[in-house]
């Protein structure tokens, strides 16, 4: 019994593993089940071999050794320790990938161009050892968190935003508002973005969680409404908290990448603002992360691996078909509102993803790429899956360091007069 437990426990180890390290994208059914499955192989693979290490011990020690199921399960585990070690190996190469983009977007000597006073502090912001023991363990002594702040509007609590910032309370300092994701259905705010916020917000800055109306009780154009209402409460209010108006990043994953790029791209449009058509909705920079940026699939990427989407946002985002609106499904695609006039992205996606395509990703920054006259990094992660910034791991840290020193470059070459 015990060596059939093993076993089985082997075999899903065995399976996360290799759905980490290959990554079926169709049928929809294997993709799906190859995110939920294999994404804690795939993004903290240290804290799986770990996990993996104790199992093939405890195997070793209770399985009896004649058993054929206990000497399978033992080689299962060790067949996933090694995985865990490609793709250990394979997470370190998005750093390299990160600075690549950056290069090619700012310029090859863009760490020089940087004010010395804000250069990123020079440490990994993630090590292996705590991606390995504590992969879930976001929070900083030093961030205070300030949860429930209504931001306007009338939907109760998907019109709160959370704060976070050093306990020191500096003054004057930038800020970084995250969109959480979830398929416009669902998500919350302190769910999601963790790692960024509580590093950036040891780092000085003033971060920023807004809830938003979800689907399908809302209907889009509801959400990119609520994040614009947060916006302008950020320009009206970061100051009271510490936070400079005139320095407001914006980033987010999934639907909260599509968000804020989406956001990014209609600074000030009334259109969007009902009801405070005035209010200031602008920010400095986007770093939208593994977002949806295409909502009509104009170049047929999904069509062509059975990922039928476009009813799921008929019936749930949009409520309406695009024959019958496409005005509106035009509206909710970022790739629509590309624009010479639009301000630094840094768009990053994972080139594993397997719930929404890289594909879109490519197309979006080539297009942002080819009108704006603003700088558009793009950088692709190899064997990145979907939510890579859910974990303390050595990828995550790696995105955390191109964002550091992608807004240091802004920051710099757009805020001040070096």
Same mark, same amino acid.
């Not at 997470?91 to 390299?96: G, N, V």
């Not at 510490?242 to 209609?266: E, K, M, V, Y």
């Not at 069509?303 to 695009?322: N, Q, T």
């Given at each position: 019994?015990?060596?059939?437990?093993?076993?089985?426990?082997?075999?899903?180890?065995?399976?996360?593993?290799?759905?980490?390290?290959?990554?079926?994208? =169709?049928?929809?059914? @294997?993709?799906?089940?190859?995110?939920?499955?294999?994404?804690?192989?795939?993004?903290? *693979?240290?804290?799986?071999?770990?996990?993996?290490?104790?199992?093939?011990?405890?195997?070793?020690?209770?399985?009896?050794? /004649?058993?054929?199921?206990?000497?399978?399960?033992?080689?299962?585990? !060790?067949?996933?320790?090694?995985?865990?070690?490609?793709?250990?190996?394979?997470?370190?190469?998005?750093?390299?990938?990160?600075?690549? !983009?950056?290069?090619? %977007?700012?310029?090859?000597?863009?760490?020089?161009? @940087?004010?010395?006073?804000?250069?990123?502090?020079?440490? =990994?912001?993630?090590? *292996?050892?705590?991606?390995?023991?504590?992969?879930?363990? !976001?929070? =900083?002594?030093?961030?205070?968190?300030?949860?429930?702040?209504?931001?306007?509007?009338?939907?109760?609590?998907? $019109?709160?935003?959370?704060?976070?910032?050093?306990?020191?309370?500096?003054?004057?300092?930038? +800020?970084?508002?995250?969109?959480?994701?979830? %398929?416009?259905? /669902?998500?919350?705010?302190?769910?999601?973005?963790?790692?960024?916020?509580?590093?950036?917000?040891?780092?000085?800055?003033?971060? @920023?969680?807004? $809830?938003?109306?979800?689907? *399908?009780?809302?209907?889009?154009?509801?959400?990119?409404?609520?994040?614009?209402?947060?916006?302008?409460?950020? /320009?009206?209010?970061?100051?009271?908290?510490?936070?400079?108006?005139?320095?407001?990043?914006?980033?987010?994953?999934?639907?909260?990448?599509?968000?804020?790029?989406? #956001?990014?791209?209609?600074? $000030?449009?009334?259109?969007?603002?009902?009801?405070? &058509?005035?209010?200031?909705?602008?920010?400095?920079? !986007?770093? *939208?992360?593994?977002?949806?940026?295409?909502?009509?699939? =104009?170049?047929?990427?999904?069509?062509?691996?059975?990922?039928?989407?476009?009813?799921?946002?008929?019936?749930?985002?949009?409520?309406?078909?695009?024959?019958?609106?496409?005005?509106?499904? &035009?509206?909710?695609?970022?790739?629509?509102?590309?624009?010479?006039?639009?301000?630094?992205?840094? +768009?990053?996606?994972?080139?594993?993803?397997?719930?929404?395509?890289?594909?879109?990703?490519?197309?979006?920054?080539? #297009?942002?790429?080819? +009108?704006? &006259?603003?700088?558009?990094?793009?950088? &692709?992660?190899?064997? #990145?899956?979907?939510?890579?910034?859910?974990?303390?791991?050595?990828?995550?840290?790696?995105?955390?360091?191109?964002?550091?020193?992608?807004?240091?470059? @802004?920051?710099?070459?757009?805020?001040?007069? +070096?």
């Amino acid at each position: 019994m015990i060596a059939a437990v093993c076993f089985a426990v082997g075999v899903l180890t065995v399976l996360s593993t290799c759905l980490a390290l290959f990554t079926p994208r =169709r049928p929809l059914v @294997v993709g799906w089940l190859a995110w939920v499955v294999g994404l804690v192989p795939c993004e903290v *693979p240290r804290a799986a071999l770990v996990l993996n290490t104790l199992l093939l011990v405890v195997s070793i020690v209770v399985v009896p050794l /004649h058993a054929v199921l206990g000497v399978l399960a033992i080689a299962c585990f !060790a067949a996933a320790m090694l995985g865990d070690l490609v793709l250990a190996r394979r997470s370190r190469t998005a750093e390299p990938a990160i600075r690549r !983009a950056l290069r090619t %977007a700012l310029g090859d000597d863009f760490e020089r161009a @940087v004010d010395p006073e804000l250069v990123p502090v020079a440490r =990994r912001p993630v090590s *292996p050892l705590r991606e390995g023991l504590a992969p879930f363990a !976001a929070q =900083r002594r030093n961030v205070e968190h300030v949860a429930d702040v209504p931001y306007g509007g009338d939907a109760g609590t998907r $019109n709160q935003l959370d704060l976070y910032c050093d306990r020191s309370r500096p003054q004057g300092c930038p +800020v970084l508002i995250y969109v959480h994701g979830g %398929a416009w259905t /669902h998500g919350k705010k302190d769910q999601q973005g963790l790692p960024i916020m509580y590093h950036f917000a040891s780092r000085g800055w003033l971060c @920023v969680q807004p $809830n938003y109306r979800l689907c *399908p009780d809302a209907t889009f154009p509801d959400q990119i409404v609520d994040i614009k209402r947060a916006i302008g409460w950020v /320009h009206d209010h970061a100051h009271e908290h510490g936070g400079d108006p005139q320095q407001i990043f914006i980033t987010g994953g999934s639907a909260g990448g599509h968000l804020s790029a989406l #956001a990014a791209l209609t600074i $000030n449009d009334p259109t969007l603002q009902p009801g405070f &058509e005035d209010a200031e909705t602008s920010v400095v920079a !986007a770093m *939208p992360l593994y977002g949806d940026y295409d909502w009509l699939d =104009r170049h047929g990427e999904r069509a062509e691996r059975g990922l039928d989407r476009m009813k799921y946002f008929a019936d749930k985002i949009v409520k309406c078909s695009a024959d019958t609106d496409r005005e509106r499904w &035009e509206q909710g695609s970022p790739l629509s509102h590309v624009r010479a006039d639009a301000p630094p992205f840094f +768009v990053v996606h994972g080139a594993r993803d397997t719930m929404l395509l890289v594909e879109d990703a490519r197309h979006f920054a080539t #297009a942002l790429q080819s +009108v704006s &006259e603003a700088p558009v990094a793009y950088a &692709e992660l190899p064997g #990145a899956q979907h939510a890579f910034d859910g974990f303390q791991s050595v990828r995550c840290g790696s995105v955390i360091n191109g964002m550091e020193w992608f807004t240091a470059w @802004v920051r710099t070459t757009r805020l001040r007069v +070096v």
